[in-house]
């Protein structure tokens, strides 16, 4: 029998529900610090067992572990999609834009910049269909099965030049002109950076960003980075010795919930002894129970908890990058000025798409492209009409 997170620690669970309850009913009754106090002890106490702790996980049915191999890839042009995950809503692509992508490829896709080599890997679940999830008739189902997961990155680097400054990972939004919160998303923002910071500690970077509107010079992107320590698994290798990508990675490197402070350590190793010669592999998953990028919404902070992601993010795409911080003697924001991306992706879902002129610009369209793509819909509606109209014609002509 394979004993499970949640077996050893409902004991966790059950009271941080009636706290979160409990807190619920004193903000709706005016008791604001006491309830606000409340929220944040339940978020931190559901970081630290859901995020930092042990063994949170465990697969019901795995498949075998990664050979070290070399990975199989593919140009982002001609990745291929299984059949399963065509009609799956999960959108992204590399910045500067070589394309529209899709999660679940059988394969990892492949980009160059002028900084590094990299292979990319986005899974997500159905989490728009729930007869595919309940059934798991889906791309990597057997790597989902029995996890909290709703979604995981993986992504290998091979530096061509070395980073300068600090390494900084984290999501990027679009700064938004005259974009405001309402009081009660600032406070839910507000408490939910204050458990981030009680769970990983003050080593990460929020910024709300600049209003392009109302600021005199060089603008910051509303931004929240992470240390590089808060991905959940790397691992390092010779060249044609990384492994696969689509494979069962269990085992392969060093896992942040097996020992946190030798996985802090190993990674600061890892950083201050940077090669062009190693590949480096990283996962990220740590926070996808609570968000989900499909339905574009932050979800299971506590029992019942669901906010349209948009809320925080403004307009519904956002940006998953890494970039080495270039120091500065008197500019203390992360501008785009001082970064140089190691990569930069776009991530946005075709069940809640961000604005046409953005996503023309996130994938470099001109005018004429977009126009081109809108005809050929155009022309492939037309052809299914008169696809239509012909077989209605032949029924008729049968008929007589």
Known sequence: MIKTFEDDHWKLVIPISCVACLSTVLLATQHHVLGHILVTVSLVSLLRTRWLSPATENLTTKPPAAQLVQVPVQDAQTAEKPLESLDDPLRWSFLPSDGELRANTQQA??????????KFLVLHRPSHDAAREEGRSYPYSWHFAGRKRVWEVRVQVRFKQLPRGKIC???????????SKSFAVKQMQRMLLGAIRAAIGNDFYHTPGDDPATT?????????IMPLWAVDQFHVADPGQEPDLSSNLDGIGKRRTDDRRAYIDA???????????????????????????INWE????????????????????????????????????????????????????ALKPPSSALLQRVLGLTESAEQSIATKMES?????????????????????
């Open 109 to 118: 896709i492949s980009s160059e910049n002028e900084s590094a080599s990299l």
């Open 169 to 179: 990972f984290g999501l990027e939004m679009q700064p938004t002109t005259g974009h």
């Open 216 to 224: 005199v010079g060089e603008v910051e992107n509303p931004a929240f």
């Open 267 to 293: 990674m600061n190793s890892t950083i201050q002894n940077l090669s062009c010669d190693k590949v480096y592999t990283f996962c990220f998953w740590g926070v996808a129970q609570f968000v989900d990028v």
């Open 298 to 349: 932050l979800k299971g902070l506590w029992p019942g908890f669901k906010m349209q992601a948009e809320q925080l993010s403004g307009d519904p795409l956002v940006y998953v990058s890494a970039y080495d911080l270039v120091g500065h003697a008197s500019e203390t924001r992360h501008v785009q000025s001082r970064k140089k991306y190691i990569f930069k992706v776009a991530l946005w879902s």
């Open 380 to 400: 492939k509606k037309r052809g299914r009409v008169m696809q239509k109209l012909s077989k209605y014609a032949r029924l008729l002509c049968w008929s007589g």
